[in-house]
């Protein structure tokens, strides 16, 4: 079985799949100063739970926007599961031709959802990627990746408010029933689900406007199902995307 991991600022998706079929999908925080051997005992344990026997893990792809944790995950994989994981970077084949300034720069897991985004649709998309930042990745209707957008994620939002003001509270992020707020949380509740919202629409909208035809819009990441419940701006909602991104990237290189 293929084990696909995507290691972010905030949580690290993992995925286990059957040939084509995503058979668990996990996930656990981001922590800097874990070791190998740490992340280990906890993979293996939530293997364990959900009824995985870790030799039946022979491949392993990952990619990771966390460098420091690049390696102790290799190591991981390594020890563990006694394979050499692909790891998503510079020279990796997948699919994408990347139409920036400085290639380099792109973020892995933003490939591996425009990968993913275009070999599912075949046409062009706006991936929306609402996790620690909210990303906005443009495939054009060859597949390419043509740029994009970044914003702050709703999260880091929502802690810089709380962290700034002496009086307001930390909140739970869901929708409040009405944006005029009858108590300081369902406010800030407005103000932070209601706000992305409109942030979301509107740089969608502005990007649709410098296309030479409507893009397909899909929203992904671990406040996507929040967000897409708020707006009609996403043809798709796909939390999945970017372990769905990591298998086809690793049969890409490794078939």
């Given at each position: ?14 995925g286990?799949y059957?040939?084509?079929k995503?058979k ?6 981001t922590?800097l100063?874990r ?5 280990a ?8 739970i ?12 990952l990619?990771?926007v966390v460098?420091?944790l690049?390696?102790t995950?290799?190591?991981l ?13 510079v020279?990796?084949k ?11 720069e792109?973020?892995?897991?933003r ?17 929306v ?6 990303t ?17 994620g709703?999260?880091i939002?929502?802690?810089a ?7 307001l ?9 009405k ?7 369902k406010?800030m ?8 919202v ?15 035809s409507p ?5 992904t ?8 419940s708020?707006?009609r701006v ?8 970017t ?5 086809l ?7």
């Open positions: 079985m293929l084990l696909v991991i995507d290691i972010g600022n905030t949580s690290i998706s993992l286990l059957d040939g084509e995503l668990v999908s996990l996930r656990v925080a922590v100063h070791m190998p051997d740490e992340y005992s906890l993979l293996l344990h939530l293997l364990e959900n009824g995985i026997d870790r030799k039946s893990i022979d491949k392993v792809a990619c990771s460098p420091p690049t390696a995950f290799e190591d994989c390594r020890k563990y599961f006694n394979t050499d994981p692909l790891t998503i970077g020279g990796t997948t699919g994408v031709k990347i139409r920036m300034d400085n290639p380099r792109v973020g892995a897991d490939i591996v959802n425009s990968a993913a985004a275009f070999h599912l649709y075949r046409s062009a998309c706006i991936v990627d609402l996790g620690t930042g909210t906005f990745d443009t495939v054009s209707s060859s597949g390419d990746f043509i740029g994009g957008a970044i914003a702050p709703i999260n939002a929502a802690e408010l709380t962290s700034r003001t002496s009086m509270p930390r909140i739970e992020l869901h929708a409040p029933e944006a005029i707020g009858t108590s300081t949380v406010a509740q407005s103000g932070m689900v209601f706000g992305y409109g942030l979301i629409e509107g740089i969608v909208g502005r990007i649709q406007k410098e296309l030479p893009a397909k819009v899909i929203a990441g671990g406040y996507a199902e929040l967000l897409a708020q707006t996403f043809d798709v909602v796909s939390p999945d995307l372990l769905y991104g990591l298998r990237i690793y049969y890409m290189n490794r078939a």
